[in-house]
């Protein structure tokens, strides 16, 4: 597929918005583990630190402003759980009441919320704890959950309760990429089964305090492929990944169907999710257990692959297990531009992914891009750029990338028009891996 396209795919309902998550955007909280993690030379890329960001605490009534200028009718958005909680079981009013005023403002002008409860960050006294690792853990996030739903149901009705937990425990626990950075498959397998047990009582739970409620999980899925077909290992490890790290979670999370190295299932096998959310951003190349990239492809500024058939083909594996409607709660690329140019190739990178989705037969009934505002990125710090809008960090100024009024443009249309494709992604060309 390319940027040219030769006919109008109208959105037929598709609902398209942009995702964040607290930790990368807010600023100022020093109260979770990446803001500790981040005080140690050398573990984020750039030395920054989630301190500054895109200071959203302060700024988000000009944020919600340009979203709604922008013309978008959803956004999922995150809430940090250390605000929330700073202490255990001692809740900050302010801070909620912080919370419900941007949701009101953001509902106020004509954009439904998606409310993700837990994004990689930890409040610091749960981190001391032991983080996920812990049994402790659930019914500590089941305290939050309970008391933040509580209090944000009148708001808001659309939850995601855990993101990524295979990332989150494969980061930590394998990778060496996030906080507490301590190796151990023990220490792996614990935080996905506190964290399915979790997400599965916490569904129960939100539903019980709001029957209307949509409630899922923001599933990251990779679509794996053997480096070489014709190496034995490198098919072997690709059966075993996609079982790992994508479909066995699904089963877990999704249907309370916990494989035997999970333990048991904290309720009767059943259904834990009202759609599901899918976080897609590329194909791994796969020789063994991490990533690789075939040589010679597409690939953004973070050389991972762009393949946009890999969306719709997790996207149906999602929903031939689950049974229910797929939203792309993310989905993106770093495309950090050049002197004198917001962005490269994210507009043609929208266009073949959007194309796609209204492509498939596929029940995918929203599109989250991740992300809005240019933001921290985890390890990565401040240089790689996912947004639609670019922030100077120095000045906190905003700008709306290319991107960015391409899909005001699409939603605006309710369609990806060829005219508007042609006018914002003709030529561009992506980085190629080696
Ligand atoms: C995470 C985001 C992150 C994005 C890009 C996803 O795995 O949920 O927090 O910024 O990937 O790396």
């Not at 250390?82 to 255990?88: G, Q």
């Not at 004509?110 to 837990?118: C, K, Q, S």
């Not at 309970?146 to 989150?168: C, G, H, Q």
Request: charged share 20%; with cysteine.
């Amino acid at each position: 597929m390319n940027a040219t396209l030769a006919a109008n795919r109208p959105l037929n309902g598709l609902l398209i918005g942009t995702a964040s998550a607290a930790t990368q955007i807010e600023g100022g909280c020093r109260n979770h583990q990446w803001w500790q993690w981040a005080q140690t030379p050398g573990n984020i890329a750039d030395g920054s630190s989630p301190e500054r960001a895109n200071d959203h605490w302060n700024r988000w009534r000009e944020d919600n402003e340009l979203m709604a200028e922008l013309g978008f009718p959803i956004a999922r958005v995150g809430l940090e759980w250390a605000r929330i909680e700073p202490r255990p079981g001692e809740f900050d009013g302010a801070a909620v009441e912080r919370y419900r005023e941007e949701l009101a403002d953001l509902i106020a002008k004509g954009i439904r919320p998606l409310v993700t409860l837990h994004h990689f960050s930890n409040p610091l006294w749960l981190q001391a704890r032991g983080e996920w690792t812990q049994p402790g853990v659930v019914d500590a996030f089941l305290r939050y959950v309970r008391f933040t739903v509580s209090a944000l149901k009148d708001l808001v009705s659309e939850w995601v309760t855990i993101n990524e937990p295979n990332v989150y425990a494969t980061q930590a626990h394998l990778f060496r990429e996030a906080p507490p950075s301590d190796v151990s498959p023990r220490k792996l397998v614990r935080v996905l089964q506190h964290m399915a047990t979790a997400h599965v009582r916490a569904y129960e739970i939100i539903h019980a305090l709001q029957p209307d409620a949509v409630v899922t999980i923001a599933h990251h899925l990779r679509d794996f492929a053997p480096m070489n077909p014709r190496n034995p290992l490198h098919r072997a490890f690709t059966r075993f990944n996609t079982w790992a790290f994508n479909d066995a979670l699904t089963e877990a999370f999704g249907l309370g169907k916990f494989p035997r190295i999970l333990g048991k299932s904290p309720l009767p096998e059943g259904r834990f999710v009202d759609v599901i959310g899918l976080n897609y951003y590329s194909r791994t190349a796969v020789t063994g257990p991490s990533d690789g990239v075939f040589p010679g492809r597409p690939v953004s500024d973070l050389g991972w692959e762009i393949w946009p058939e890999g969306l719709v083909t997790c996207a149906r594996t999602l929903h031939e297990q689950l049974g229910v409607p797929v939203w792309i709660t993310e989905n993106g690329c770093a495309d950090n531009g050049r002197p004198g140019q917001l962005e490269r190739f994210r507009p043609r990178f929208l266009v073949e992914h959007l194309a796609a989705i209204l492509d498939s037969e596929v029940p995918i009934e929203r599109y989250y891009h991740w992300c809005f505002v240019d933001n921290w990125e985890w390890a990565e710090g401040e240089v790689q750029r996912f947004g639609i809008v670019h922030n100077d960090y120095e000045t906190q100024i905003r700008t709306v990338k290319p991107s960015g009024r391409m899909l005001a443009e699409i939603v605006a249309a309710g369609s990806l028009t060829a005219d508007i494709a042609a006018q914002y992604a003709s030529g561009q060309t992506y980085p190629t891996s080696g």
